[in-house]
């Protein structure tokens, strides 16, 4: 179900996106809150929103049903159909055609086989269904980047 809180934390997990830095869901998470202050938006609702926008950094396992619905939807791109994952894929390339070629498959790899590695990618029954499709995906671009 989609909560007043989990709608506000998806209208703001990317407002800022830079893919020469690392820290864009703390930099989204602090746009946003300032947005909602200036809003006079409850602290506990702000630091609610800015738990959820933080999870979606994948740096640790979701916390609360909220965080990991928000988490799977942030992945969902992982399960789409083979081809559009593959424009998906090429599109990432053109946001980090600044890293040679090289670095960028080493990286690429690290990135996608930590998602295989998981037990399971997405962790929700909402978006169980995609796991199948996700793992197909990620191991047909660990082929590629070979």
């Known amino acids: 179900m989609l909560t007043p809180t989990l709608a ?4 703001g997990h990317d407002l800022v996106y830079d893919p020469r830095k690392h820290d864009n869901e703390q ?3 602090e746009v946003f809150d300032n947005w909602l202050q200036t809003q006079d938006a409850p602290e506990e609702l702000r630091k609610q929103i800015r738990t959820l926008i933080l999870a979606t950094r ?3 396992p979701p916390y609360s049903h909220e965080e990991a619905l928000l988490v799977d939807a942030d992945l969902s791109i992982l399960a789409a159909p083979a081809e559009e994952f593959q424009a998906y894929e090429e599109g990432i390339r053109r946001e980090y055609a600044h890293v040679p070629a090289l670095f960028y498959r080493a990286g690429r790899r690290r990135v996608l ?3 295989l590695n998981r037990e399971r990618i997405y962790t929700t029954p909402e978006f169980s269904e995609l796991e199948e499709q ?3 995906n990620l191991q047909a671009s660990l082929r590629n980047l070979q």
């Open 8 to 11: 506000l934390a998806v209208w």
């Open 27 to 29: 930099r989204s998470a």
């Open 58 to 60: 994948h740096t640790s």
């Open 113 to 115: 086989q930590a998602f």
């Open 134 to 136: 996700a793992r197909r």
